[in-house]
């Protein structure tokens, strides 16, 4: 244990290591910035895609809306049918009912032969 420990040490002084970190550092921070840039310009280009997008759909929505409106209105006009045929329906099932008990009746009332 009697060697001397300080010929471990690097022979580069404080103030060179601490340059060294330093400009380490600065490569490092120049490295991201580049790479930050990049995303950046990533970024921005699918922005611009998105915003294309958003046109394309809100053309689209504008060209199909009057016909979806026109849909719309002849589903209600359909509904509207259907609700006046069921009601005839019932009311002729209810008056063929009528009619056929009022004919059993008759009949019943004949004399039989």
Known sequence: MSEDLTRKLPLTSFEERVLNELAAIRQETAQQSVRLAAL?????????????????????????RPIWEGVQQRLTEIKAALKEFNRQMKTLITDSFKLRARVEELEDSQPTT
């Open 40 to 64: 950046e310009e990533r970024l921005t280009s699918l922005e611009e895609r998105l915003v294309s997008l958003e046109e394309k759909v809100d053309a689209r929505l504008r060209e199909t």
